[in-house]
């Protein structure tokens, strides 16, 4: 294997081991950035030895042991190895305590530490930029640089805010434990949050040239199938999972050959991934059994679930998806929601019922500068054979998103109804 391919090898190993590996050494130091400083160390013995060494037959094994050698020294002589960072605030004999015990300690149960390092990720002291940033650093072991682009700031600007997140949570002594009782539920409500912005925003980008980015989607959903196997009674975790899941499967119908956006309705069903729908379906069916219909994740996958469903657009159960929508509303209750159900009320009850709905959101102030309010009434305006008035619609629309795709699409949309 040459050297190109061996480096190759190691970035995927160290996708798939980084979060054990600062999960372990986090319980282990007490500090999320020194674990991270601990981990890359063996990244970088890794880089330097195995090019000519070959990789090992267990390099998940191999990263885990030079790493507990690196947090043994850092325990003893309180320096990491370039010994420019600050010790732990222990006294020398407390470390020497702990040091014999240290290799045990590390071969504890893998999944306590990764729910551990899940939460202390998504902690409430941080912002939810920070949360976000940070979980893709920590659990997805992306690159400052491949966050950074995902997100559309600097490397630097990235940077800065994982650098100050890390800090945040050094200087809150947050404990890097799992938490009980309702703090839990509050807690794991947080992860999920961050969880699906991630997706979203793989899923329907907010800004920049694509439409989609595909990478963000795959990280949340297998950030969120870790996350089912570590807290297997949750049901709002399989309803999340559900949810992306089934989203997840309509990737490659959503744009053409050009990257264009294609709408739910043209799209190419044979197209959608039934792999996913079939996961997704049963990640849905365990949320039921769980009694967790009354979470909004689960409901949404619900819905989602009505779609994948349907071999046509023709067979789309409507009505089914305006109880659903209604079922939000009350759990959730919000204008987005609602804009949603209208959506759902005029493929059920036609263009006229839906632009009711919409009419009654138009002085929202949350929806003040939501470009989707005018896209769909533009939408429902142009089928009740109004195209004047939905032409502004769309063109206030277009002048609303910050995505170069999406603009073009709705001014399209736009022309379309001038020249009907």
Excluded at 399 to 414: G, Y
Aim: glycine share 6%; with cysteine; proline share 4%.
């Amino acid at each position: 294997m040459g050297a190109t391919e061996t480096h190759r090898a190691i970035e995927a190993v160290w996708k798939i081991e980084s979060a054990r590996l600062i999960a372990g050494l986090t319980r282990i130091v007490h500090d999320v950035g020194v674990a991270e400083e601990l981990a890359q160390d063996a990244l970088v013995v890794a880089l330097e030895k195995w090019p000519e060494s070959g990789i090992p037959d267990n390099p998940g094994a191999w990263l885990m042991g030079t790493a507990k050698h690196r947090a043994i020294d850092y325990l003893r002589h309180g320096t990491l190895a370039e010994g420019k960072h600050e010790i732990l605030g222990r006294e020398m004999a407390e470390r020497e305590m702990q040091v014999p015990d240290l290799v045990a300690a590390m071969d504890d149960n893998i999944g306590d530490d990764m729910l551990r390092l899940v939460f202390i990720a998504c902690h409430p002291v941080l912002s939810t930029e920070a949360r976000v940033a940070l979980t893709l650093r920590l659990l997805g072991g992306l690159t400052t640089d491949e966050i950074a682009r995902a997100y559309l700031v600097s490397e630097s600007t990235m940077a800065q805010r994982i650098v100050r997140a890390k800090r945040t949570l050094a200087d809150a002594h947050a404990p890097f434990e799992v938490p009980r009782g309702s703090e839990f539920t509050a807690r794991l409500s947080s992860v999920l949050q961050v969880l699906y912005l991630i997706f979203n925003e793989g899923y329907s980008a907010t800004a920049g040239d694509d439409w989609m980015r595909p990478a963000l989607c795959d990280e949340a959903v297998r950030l969120g199938r870790i996350l089912a196997e570590l807290v297997p009674n949750e049901p709002e975790v399989h309803g999340l999972v559900a949810l992306m899941e089934i989203q997840a499967s309509r990737a490659k119908a959503r744009v053409n050959a050009a990257g264009e956006p294609i709408l739910l309705l043209d799209q190419d069903r044979s197209r959608w991934d039934r792999l996913l729908i079939g996961r997704g379906l049963a990640a849905l069916v365990r949320a039921e059994r769980l009694g967790g219909m009354r979470g909004p994740y689960a409901v949404q996958a619900a819905i989602a679930a009505c779609h994948a469903r349907a071999v046509t657009a023709a067979e789309t159960d409507w009505g089914r998806i305006v109880e659903l929508y209604g079922d939000l509303a009350e759990i959730e209750p919000s204008p987005v929601v609602e804009l949603n159900r209208a959506v759902a009320v005029s493929m059920a009850q036609g263009p006229a019922a839906g632009l009711e709905v919409i009419d009654a959101l138009k002085d929202e102030p949350a929806l003040k500068d939501y470009h989707l309010l005018p896209s769909v009434r533009g939408d429902l305006l142009k089928k009740l054979g109004r195209p004047r008035e939905a032409r502004l619609e769309f063109e206030r629309a277009a002048a609303m998103t910050r995505n170069d795709r999406e603009r073009t699409l709705l001014l399209d949309r736009a022309r379309s109804c001038a020249e009907a």
